[in-house]
């Protein structure tokens, strides 16, 4: 690969490499689309315009190798220039002349674009992630992990050696720095069991300096966290010896809150949706008592369940992260740090149900989760889908067409079809109702309102919709009228009061 390449004379690797291909004869056609994006490299967009920018960079090496190489190279090339009129270089004359080159060597930064530093293929495959700049490219793999390259296509683990080992070596001159544990080792292997521990407190003042009149304490930067199966917890914050422990006969064997988490996960272990869900809410909670309550979960009073339901509303950075595998050195048991309303009520749901059954099994003398209020949520209006109906003028054109066909001139037997279609519409168009519902509508869930007048009425109608919901919807004097004709189509007497007629569909 290019990126494997010498930098010299502002030049990149990948441009030594066509330079290097065009010494060897290679037709200038075959560099400009082996080297080259002719999106972005306009001198790569014709075989002329191509060999006349290798030409180019030649000259200049060579220019560079005369006044920085050593004596005999330098008249090996000024002879050479003299009786060709340019140059003549081998695969090993040109070699010494880039070595002698190297002392004016580019070198990469941070903010140039993929392109500059790597082949057209593979910039083009991590353009397509997103990825636009070296240190995109830096802040791409150290989010991702030694799996980095996998979300990538046709990026595997031999290229991403490379690409790793390009990026840790110029990471001087980019001044970013590569991971530790970012290479192609899948971080899918870290199956150990993991201590966590609390964090370390770190006394700091507003501006960072380590010492301040009024110190502010804060989390140490780094956290070693682990999902509950793989998790390990120090003896004096198991719960061994947990403040709330119940002295009575414990239903369960557990010797520490662990134990009795899992025990208690347990039940759901035939419900693998609500077994994930509730594993998640456990995990995050005993996470958060040991390693920034400093304090085992069977100890935590209703103070400590306050915090941590304001952690829930903005939870730490380190404990957010993307999507690992649980098997990963990454994970982190939050996705994201800006939890809604109704997370955290099901939250605190889910963690006051899990404290009742610790109690209930004698693990627990109390729970703390009991004196907790459930975060407020605001309940969101359902807004109209006003772009879902018929706009004014093409409804008011429908109804005068199916007015027009309804009507006995256009034939007895298709008007009373089109009679059953225009209360239909009617019927769904004043209030709404799927098809289903309409179909379903029975004429004795058909009432007038006190609110209306003799000559004006008022009628709505009680229909059963969507999960067995019952509500009401208004019918309107035209609609009314389209469905009393439909009733006489039918042979049905509108006028008679439900209570002595077997209700119908209309």
């Not at 703390?368 to 093409?394: C, F, G, S, Y």
């Given at each position: 690969?290019?990126?494997?390449?010498?930098?010299?004379?502002?030049?990149?690797?990948k441009d030594l490499a066509a330079v290097r291909a065009y010494v060897q004869r290679v037709a200038p056609a075959i560099i400009a689309r082996t080297y080259y994006d002719v999106d972005e490299d306009s001198f790569a967009a014709t075989p002329s315009a191509m060999e006349r920018h290798l030409r180019t960079m030649?000259?200049?090496?060579?220019?560079?190798?005369?006044?920085?190489?050593?004596?005999?190279?330098?008249?090996?090339?000024?002879?050479?220039?003299?009786?060709?009129?340019?140059?003549?270089?081998?695969?090993?004359?040109?070699?010494?002349?880039?070595?002698?080159?190297?002392?004016?060597?580019?070198?990469?930064?941070?903010?140039?674009?993929?392109?500059?530093?790597?082949?057209?293929?593979?910039?083009?495959?991590?353009?397509?992630?997103?990825?636009?700049?070296?240190?995109?490219?830096?802040?791409?793999?150290?989010?991702?992990?030694?799996?980095?390259?996998?979300?990538?296509?046709?990026?595997?683990?031999?290229?991403?050696?490379?690409?790793?080992?390009?990026?840790?070596?110029?990471?001087?001159?980019?001044?970013?720095?590569?991971?530790?544990?970012?290479?192609?080792?899948?971080?899918?292997?870290?199956?150990?069991?993991?201590?966590?521990?609390?964090?370390?407190?770190?006394?700091?003042?507003?501006?960072?300096?380590?010492?301040?009149?009024?110190?502010?304490?804060?989390?140490?930067?780094?956290?070693?966290?682990?999902?509950?199966?793989?998790?390990?917890?120090?003896?004096?914050?198991?719960?061994?010896?947990?403040?709330?422990?119940?002295?009575?006969?414990?239903?369960?064997?557990?010797?520490?809150?662990?134990?009795?988490?899992?025990?208690?996960?347990?039940?759901?272990?035939?419900?693998?949706?609500?077994?994930?869900?509730?594993?998640?809410?456990?995990?995050?909670?005993?996470?958060?008592?040991?390693?920034?309550?400093?304090?085992?979960?069977?100890?935590?009073?209703?103070?400590?369940?306050?915090?941590?339901?304001?952690?829930?509303?903005?939870?730490?950075?380190?404990?957010?992260?993307?999507?690992?595998?649980?098997?990963?050195?990454?994970?982190?048991?939050?996705?994201?740090?800006?939890?809604?309303?109704?997370?955290q009520r099901y939250a605190v749901h889910a963690l006051r149900a899990a404290f009742t059954w610790l109690m209930d099994v004698r693990y627990l003398a109390g729970n703390p989760w009991k004196a907790i209020n459930d975060p407020k949520i605001v309940q969101r209006e359902t807004a109209m889908q006003i772009h879902?109906?018929?706009?004014?003028?093409?409804?008011?054109?429908?109804?005068?067409?199916?007015?027009?066909?309804?009507?006995?001139?256009?034939?007895?037997?298709?008007?009373?079809?089109?009679?059953?279609?225009?209360?239909?519409?009617?019927?769904?168009?004043?209030?709404?109702?799927?098809?289903?519902?309409?179909?379903?509508?029975?004429?004795?869930?058909?009432?007038?309102?006190?609110?209306?007048?003799?000559?004006?009425?008022?009628?709505?109608?009680?229909?059963?919709?969507?999960?067995?919901?019952?509500?009401?919807?208004?019918?309107?004097?035209?609609?009314?009228?389209?469905?009393?004709?439909?009733?006489?189509?039918?042979?049905?007497?509108?006028?008679?009061?439900?209570?002595?007629?077997?209700?119908?569909?209309?």
């Amino acid at each position: 690969m290019a990126e494997n390449l010498t930098l010299t004379y502002g030049y990149t690797a990948k441009d030594l490499a066509a330079v290097r291909a065009y010494v060897q004869r290679v037709a200038p056609a075959i560099i400009a689309r082996t080297y080259y994006d002719v999106d972005e490299d306009s001198f790569a967009a014709t075989p002329s315009a191509m060999e006349r920018h290798l030409r180019t960079m030649l000259h200049g090496l060579v220019k560079v190798a005369i006044e920085h190489g050593s004596a005999a190279l330098a008249e090996h090339l000024r002879s050479s220039i003299k009786k060709h009129g340019q140059p003549k270089l081998t695969t090993v004359t040109f070699r010494m002349v880039t070595e002698a080159a190297a002392l004016a060597a580019a070198s990469p930064a941070a903010n140039h674009a993929i392109g500059r530093w790597f082949r057209p293929r593979t910039a083009s495959r991590l353009k397509g992630e997103g990825i636009t700049t070296i240190g995109e490219l830096v802040a791409f793999c150290n989010r991702r992990g030694g799996s980095w390259w996998r979300s990538v296509p046709r990026i595997g683990a031999g290229r991403a050696t490379v690409v790793v080992a390009w990026l840790r070596r110029h990471e001087s001159n980019i001044q970013l720095r590569v991971d530790a544990d970012v290479d192609t080792r899948d971080p899918l292997v870290a199956e150990e069991v993991v201590q966590v521990w609390p964090a370390e407190p770190v006394l700091t003042d507003g501006d960072g300096a380590e010492q301040s009149e009024k110190p502010q304490t804060r989390l140490a930067d780094r956290l070693t966290l682990a999902p509950l199966e793989r998790m390990a917890v120090p003896h004096t914050l198991s719960g061994a010896d947990g403040e709330n422990r119940s002295v009575a006969f414990c239903y369960i064997q557990a010797r520490h809150d662990l134990e009795a988490v899992r025990a208690y996960l347990n039940k759901y272990r035939d419900q693998p949706k609500t077994l994930r869900a509730y594993t998640k809410e456990v995990e995050r909670f005993l996470l958060w008592s040991v390693v920034v309550r400093g304090r085992a979960m069977s100890s935590l009073v209703v103070d400590d369940c306050e915090a941590y339901k304001d952690f829930l509303r903005s939870p730490d950075p380190r404990f957010v992260g993307e999507r690992f595998s649980r098997n990963s050195p990454r994970w982190r048991p939050f996705a994201s740090d800006n939890l809604s309303p109704e997370s955290q009520r099901y939250a605190v749901h889910a963690l006051r149900a899990a404290f009742t059954w610790l109690m209930d099994v004698r693990y627990l003398a109390g729970n703390p989760w009991k004196a907790i209020n459930d975060p407020k949520i605001v309940q969101r209006e359902t807004a109209m889908q006003i772009h879902r109906a018929l706009p004014a003028d093409l409804w008011r054109r429908l109804r005068n067409e199916l007015d027009k066909r309804a009507d006995e001139k256009s034939g007895a037997k298709l008007a009373v079809q089109w009679r059953v279609v225009r209360a239909a519409l009617l019927l769904m168009g004043d209030s709404g109702l799927r098809r289903e519902e309409a179909a379903d509508a029975q004429r004795g869930k058909l009432r007038v309102l006190i609110y209306g007048t003799l000559e004006r009425p008022v009628w709505e109608l009680i229909v059963i919709g969507k999960r067995k919901k019952e509500r009401t919807v208004p019918v309107s004097v035209a609609t009314l009228e389209a469905l009393k004709a439909h009733w006489a189509d039918r042979g049905r007497d509108y006028s008679r009061s439900p209570s002595h007629e077997r209700p119908h569909h209309k």
